[in-house]
């Protein structure tokens, strides 16, 4: 698809299409310089540690990453998983840590021509999930453990070379 911008003139009255033409174009700019020219990971934070105290959660710290897409998911305050439901009836089971971006449409208003309402504007959010599945591309993996069966907390590895199961 080759992109273009508008020429903004004097006298230039732009309709939805010019508009959406331009702002098409700036995202798809962002989008393939943060994917061609940045490195797809961690940009900042995100760290995955044990909650305070121990327990089958996770905790995972603000911050932010890019995808393969270009598409860069931002987590602004802590969040915590739980990650109780994923503990195996036996033997164990490697467990993901996943974050994806995400986009969600805000701030309906009513318009009398369809009589219904419609949204102003998409918003950046993100999936972020605890998962037994390998995460595949755009999904992000932040950390992964051993998860075992009548495991009653996840801990911080104590040697983060070398995690021992549940940690």
């Not at 969600?104 to 009589?115: A, C, H, N, R, S």
Request: with cysteine; proline share 5%; hydrophobic share 40%.
């Amino acid at each position: 698809m080759s992109l273009k911008k508008l020429l903004w003139r004097k006298y230039l009255f732009i309709n939805r299409v010019e508009a959406e033409t331009e702002q098409q174009y700036w995202n798809e700019k962002r989008k393939k310089h943060l994917a061609n020219e940045h490195s797809e990971g961690l940009v900042l934070g995100l760290a995955v540690t044990e909650t305070a105290p121990a327990s089958l959660s996770v905790a995972v710290n603000a911050g932010r990453a890019l995808d393969a897409e270009g598409d860069d998911p931002e987590v602004e305050s802590p969040q915590e998983i739980d990650c109780a439901a994923l503990v195996p009836a036996s033997g164990d089971d490697t467990v993901y840590i996943t974050l994806l971006y995400n986009t969600t449409e805000t701030d309906p208003y009513f318009v009398d021509e369809l009589g219904a309402y419609q949204n102003k504007f998409i918003q950046d959010t993100y999936v972020l999930e605890a998962t037994t599945q390998a995460p595949s591309a755009p999904q992000l993996e932040l950390a992964r453990f051993q998860l075992a069966a009548g495991a009653t907390e996840i801990t911080d590895a104590a040697d983060p070379d070398n995690p021992g199961v549940n940690e």
